[in-house]
Each structure stands twice: as C-alpha cells, then as structure tokens.
C-alpha cells in the first residue's frame, strides 16, 4: 500500500516538474511578453554627447503606430498616448500585440498632432515665438521597422521609446563690440529670420524630415536663457542660405544687428545643435571664433559652431 502511495507521489511530482519545465519553456520563448497582450510604452529621449546615458522625455503627449501589414486587425494607427502626473503613459483606445513572436513596425513621435500629411508622414508647425521656453518646438521622433515583442521589450513588457531631436537646436552667445565700451546697452531680442514654419517628418523612412513646397517662412524669436545666451529651435528654410540676414539681434535702444551667411555658406542640418558666438559691431553681427558641431549620433566637426545635443 505504501509503495502505491509512494507510486502516486512521484507521478505528482513528476506532472509538476514537467508543467515547470513547460512554463520555464514559454517564458523563454515570450521573453517579457505581457500576459494579457497589451502594448505599453516608456519614454526617454537622447542625451547630450557630454553626459552619459538618456533622460526621461519630459512631453506629455505623443502618437503610436504598430503596423503588421495594410488590413491586418492589430494595426493600429496614430493612437494618442498621454502621460499622468505620475508618469504613466496612457492610450486614447486599447491596443494589442497580435502574439509574442510576429514581429511589427513600430512608430512614435511627440507632440501628438492630428496632421498627418501622408501615410505616417507627419505634419509638425514649428512655433515661431519661443521666449517662453523652446520645449512646444522640440519634435523628436522613433522607428523600429522589425520590433520583435518576444526580445524587445523591456523589463516593464513596454516599448522602450527613445526619441530622437528631428530639428535644430541653435544656442547664440552674445558679446559686445568696443563701441558698447561704458555703455549699459542691454540685448532686447535675439530673431532667427525666415526660417521654415512648417515641416514633414516621414517616420517610415526613418524620421526624414523635409519642409513642404508650400511653406510660409518664419521668423523665430529665441528664448534668453542666460545672460546674453539666448536659444532657439528652427529648421532651415530662405533665411539660411548664402548672402541672407540669418540672425537679428535686436538692443534696448532699437537699434539692430545682423548676421549674414557667407557665400560658403553654414550647415543647419535636422538631428544638430548648435552654439554661436556672435560679437555685435557697429551695424553687424561676426563670429567670434570657428566652433564643433556635434551630431546627436556621431561626433564630426565642421567650421561655424558649437554643438551640443539638446
């Protein structure tokens, strides 16, 4: 009767261990899989080259595309996500994985808008007053075309959204000439002149922002962030090309200054940030000096600024 028992004991054990292995099996194979198939996301977005790591993506909006294929019911399309106070990001309607292992294109980008100019091509307006701050004008975008849920999400089963800067970032340094010399003449403005006010991010071709045929220019008016130090984000447009008034810096008597491109013209590329040192002269602005322009993705320099990541 023991040795039954005993028989029945070890079947038990056996049956458990097996559903273990199987369990152990299928975690394998979905890696962090959420349980009930729902998508999640997380948010960081690029650090500057001088510090190390990403930093938490301070917007509170932001559009999602998971794209299985035209006609597929788990295709979901520029699905708006908000963030709570605490942090939490969440979506304007359900959205769920098809399984652990069929993989997706997945698309994001910030602030969410519903001008969507072509199939995920989406239409950003930048703001052309930005004394407030420039955060309202910094898009930034994400591609992953083959995201396989059952490897890439992260420890949360949530996408780990890392967006990329799509515009430029201009931060414009301000000193004096010698005929300011025991003169208190404060700077009023600094303008970034007609740059481009609107432009198209095609996010499956990975974030390739261009400007539309029919965009208006603007004239961007840059946030002081320090003294003298005043910064801006723009994408090019006819203010920045050679022999045109690039920059205005406007003082407290009225009086104006210009910086003008040179016939070699300067690089504002989308994806760059840039520092100008501008010396204000009698009726115009110079470089202070030649600066780095740092890539977000790779270091390389080039004459005319420096460059920092936003």
Same mark, same amino acid.
């Given at each position: 009767?023991?040795?039954?028992?005993?028989?029945?004991?070890?079947?038990?054990?056996?049956?458990?261990?097996?559903?273990?292995?199987?369990?152990?099996?299928?975690?394998?194979?979905?890696?962090?899989?959420?349980?009930?198939?729902?998508?999640?996301?997380?948010?960081?977005?690029?650090?500057?080259?001088?510090?190390?790591?990403?930093?938490?993506?301070?917007?509170?909006?932001?559009?999602?595309?998971?794209?299985?294929?035209?006609?597929?019911?788990?295709?979901?399309?520029?699905?708006?996500?908000?963030?709570?106070?605490?942090?939490?990001?969440?979506?304007?309607?359900?959205?769920?994985?098809?399984?652990?292992? =069929?993989? !997706? #294109?997945?698309? %994001?980008?910030?602030?969410? +808008?519903? *001008?969507?100019?072509?199939?995920? @091509?989406?239409?950003?307006?930048?703001?052309?007053?930005?004394?407030?701050?420039?955060?309202?004008?910094?898009?930034?975008?994400?591609?992953?075309?083959?995201?396989?849920?059952?490897?890439?999400?992260?420890?949360?089963?949530?996408?780990?959204?890392?967006?990329?800067?799509?515009?430029?970032?201009?931060?414009?340094?301000?000193?004096?000439?010698?005929?300011?010399?025991?003169?208190?003449?404060?700077?009023?403005?600094?303008?970034?002149?007609?740059?481009?006010?609107?432009?198209?991010? =095609?996010? !499956? #071709?990975?974030? %390739?922002?261009?400007?539309? +045929?029919? *965009?208006?220019?603007?004239?961007? @008016?840059?946030?002081?962030?320090?003294?003298?130090?005043?910064?801006?984000?723009?994408?090019?447009?006819?203010?920045?090309?050679?022999?045109?008034?690039?920059?205005?810096?406007?003082?407290?008597?009225?009086?104006?200054?210009?910086?003008?491109?040179?016939?070699?013209?300067?690089?504002?590329?989308?994806?760059?940030?840039?520092?100008?040192?501008?010396?204000?002269?009698?009726?115009?602005?110079?470089?202070?000096?030649?600066?780095?322009?740092?890539?977000?993705?790779?270091?390389?320099?080039?004459?005319?600024?420096?460059?920092?990541?936003?």
């Amino acid at each position: 009767m023991i040795m039954k028992n005993l028989k029945y004991i070890f079947a038990a054990m056996a049956l458990v261990a097996a559903a273990s292995g199987c369990n152990k099996e299928q975690k394998a194979q979905e890696g962090n899989f959420p349980a009930d198939g729902v998508v999640r996301v997380n948010t960081t977005v690029a650090a500057p080259l001088t510090k190390a790591g990403t930093s938490d993506y301070e917007g509170e909006t932001l559009g999602l595309y998971i794209d299985y294929g035209t006609g597929d019911r788990f295709t979901a399309s520029n699905v708006l996500w908000s963030k709570d106070v605490n942090g939490k990001w969440t979506a304007s309607e359900l959205m769920l994985w098809k399984n652990a292992q =069929d993989r !997706a #294109a997945v698309y %994001a980008y910030a602030p969410y +808008t519903t *001008a969507v100019v072509g199939e995920k @091509i989406i239409s950003f307006d930048i703001p052309a007053d930005q004394t407030a701050g420039i955060d309202a004008a910094d898009f930034v975008c994400f591609a992953d075309d083959d995201f396989a849920p059952y490897t890439d999400l992260d420890w949360a089963s949530a996408i780990a959204v890392n967006f990329s800067h799509a515009l430029v970032k201009l931060t414009v340094n301000i000193t004096k000439g010698n005929q300011f010399d025991g003169v208190d003449m404060p700077v009023k403005s600094v303008t970034i002149k007609r740059a481009a006010g609107t432009v198209n991010c =095609d996010l !499956a #071709a990975f974030n %390739a922002v261009s400007v539309p +045929t029919d *965009a208006a220019s603007v004239d961007v @008016i840059m946030h002081k962030a320090g003294d003298n130090c005043y910064e801006g984000i723009f994408f090019p447009g006819l203010g920045q090309k050679p022999g045109e008034e690039a920059i205005i810096v406007t003082m407290e008597d009225g009086t104006s200054h210009s910086y003008v491109v040179p016939a070699a013209g300067i690089s504002f590329e989308g994806g760059y940030a840039y520092t100008m040192n501008l010396k204000v002269g009698k009726d115009k602005l110079t470089l202070a000096r030649n600066v780095s322009v740092n890539n977000w993705n790779e270091p390389e320099e080039i004459p005319g600024g420096e460059a920092e990541r936003i």
